[in-house]
């Protein structure tokens, strides 16, 4: 039995973020559906443009072997590319190589 | 009908989460130690690479880096390996009802149900291990038995991420061999005391004369012997399972001693209302108080006394705490920490003997008082209603009487 009187209300703390070459944390924008489920539909990185997701062809619980992390995989298709985005809750990153990741925020 | 009960094992969970996280350690030796910046602390999982250099869990950092130069430390992250844990344990919970958490990594899943066999356990068993290791990126041993103790001994015979199956007709053949000490519960100081007696394995253990082993080892000894015979029968608990409570207690250690007995009204107060508060949130009245304090010199005393009636009022709860207090404790002041807890518990719809002369209708509102409380405290906060004698010293009136407890890992006799 756990019991926690708080004295202060816990502040909502942020996410720790681990860096590393193929991981790119971005902001989203997206539909949170009446059954639960998260759609995302743009992406961007801190100062970067908006990356449209054109579709979301597939999405499961996996880890994200190249990046480092774990959490909800979306396969988005963006344009003629497909990439991963991550909810590795409460954080959001793209996992991408240097290619794809230059081609997919340059919008080429 | 023979049940069958999976123990799931995460490998190495620990390192396994920190390498998940961080690409550029997988092909290294990794170890999670404590505090390394402090040239203290000690290693608390590895991985294969470093289990291959020799490091053992437990043994300090600085001897695991002399062993293996390369080794790559990294501090626990907690949170972390907690959220993995509840994932695991959604997992499996999309299999049975009963699963039973044994620390972060372990659990125990019971798949016992009209028609379920063994082959379907291992089955199942071979879809988690693969689901696991799928979708959340670690590896998991899994063993499958028709006991909790066998399938435990299961997860640990082959490992990483694989499978292994004890039936429980030809369980002899394949574990009776085994060393004594791979049983839960024979640990180095048991395995020392069966080998004078030269029972080296689990098959040694099983055939020994009982009133040999009650005689070395007592009652424990007969409950290892049914274990390696296959005759534990203890219950894979429900997902919902809570202990029965027997007490429900809270003790402080304030911030500076008690020294007068204002203080310890004032300490005994705080911690009356805590306990009251814990009792009318489980439903329970109790008719016993106990009062415990412990010397500056960490000479702990307790006594107890029964109530006329059973309460739930933290008044009446710490009047006597008051009362016990003066005519036991009140010469040994000053005290370093004290605590109140109350037992013989009975639930609080359960009917009560009225007084005709006594106070009924008071303690009726008062209780519905404190019921209101406990609902603004809820809302707003523990430190939003508090008592004029917890004000009476400012240092006191911080302290938050009701703290977290949760430890790791939960015994295994918790039912």
């Not at chain 2, 990794?30 to 490091?55: D, M, P, Y």
């Not at chain 2, 809270?250 to 009204?265: F, G, L, Q, V």
């Not at chain 2, 911690?271 to 489980?282: D, G, H, N, T, Y």
Request: proline letters at 5%; glycine letters at 8%.
């Amino acid at each position: 039995m756990v019991y926690a009187f708080l004295k202060y209300t816990l502040l909502e703390v942020d996410g720790v973020q681990r860096q590393s070459p193929c991981k790119h944390y971005v902001k989203v924008r997206a539909d949170h559906l009446l059954s639960g489920r998260v759609r995302p539909l743009m992406f961007r990185t801190e100062d970067g443009p908006t990356v449209i997701i054109d579709a979301v062809e597939d999405e499961r619980e996996a880890p994200a072997l190249k990046a480092g992390g774990q959490g909800m995989r979306y396969l988005c298709r963006v344009g003629e590319r497909h990439v991963f985005l991550f909810y590795d809750e409460p954080l959001w990153f793209i996992e991408a190589d240097q290619v794809l990741a230059e081609a997919i925020f340059s919008g080429g | 009908m023979s049940r069958v009960i999976l123990h799931c094992d995460a490998n190495s969970f620990y390192a396994a989460v920190e390498m998940l996280y961080d690409p550029s350690i997988r092909d290294k030796p990794v170890a999670v130690g404590g505090s390394v910046e402090a040239r203290h602390g000690i290693i608390l999982t590895k991985n294969q690479k470093a289990k291959a250099c020799g490091i053992r869990t437990g043994e300090a950092i600085w001897q695991a880096r002399q062993k293996c130069p390369g080794l790559v430390c990294v501090p626990p992250d907690y949170p972390l390996y907690v959220r993995f844990s509840k994932k695991m344990r959604r997992l499996y919970e999309q299999y049975s009802d009963r699963v039973e958490s044994f620390g972060l990594d372990e659990a125990w899943i019971d798949l016992t149900n009209p028609g379920v066999t063994i082959a379907d356990g291992e089955r199942i068993a071979h879809q988690i291990r693969q689901r696991v290791k799928e979708e959340l990126g670690i590896t998991v041993s899994v063993g499958v038995s028709f006991n909790k103790i066998f399938a435990k001994l299961g997860s640990d015979m082959k490992k990483p991420d694989a499978v292994t199956v004890i039936p429980p007709d030809s369980f002899r053949e394949r574990i009776w061999r085994l060393p004594a000490g791979e049983l839960l519960y024979v640990g180095p100081s048991t395995q020392r005391k069966l080998a004078r007696m030269n029972v080296r394995t689990i098959g040694d253990l099983a055939q020994l004369d009982t009133g040999v082993i009650q005689y070395c080892l007592g009652k424990n000894g007969l409950l290892l012997k049914a274990y390696a015979n296959g005759l534990d029968e203890s219950p894979v608990m429900p997902v919902d399972f809570r202990a029965a409570i027997k007490s429900v207690g809270n003790s402080t250690t304030p911030p500076h001693d008690i020294a007068t007995a204002e203080d310890a009204r004032c300490i005994y107060y705080l911690l009356a209302e805590s306990v009251a508060a814990r009792l009318r949130q489980e439903g329970f009245r109790a008719r016993c108080v106990t009062i415990s304090a412990r010397t500056t010199e960490l000479v702990t005393r307790s006594h107890q006394r029964m109530l006329k009636r059973p309460t739930n009022l933290s008044g009446e709860i710490a009047a006597m705490a008051m009362q016990l207090f003066h005519e036991r404790f009140g010469d040994g002041l000053p005290y370093r920490s004290v605590g109140i807890s109350c037992s013989h518990l009975t639930l609080d719809d359960a009917p009560i003997q009225l007084d005709c002369l006594g106070d009924e209708d008071r303690r009726i509102a008062v209780e519905s008082m404190e019921r209101s409380i406990d609902d603004l405290r809820r809302r707003f906060g523990h430190q939003v209603v508090q008592r004029g004698v917890v004000l009476t010293d400012r240092g006191f009136a911080d302290i938050n009487p009701v703290e977290d407890h949760t430890i790791h890992p939960v015994p295994f006799f918790s039912g």
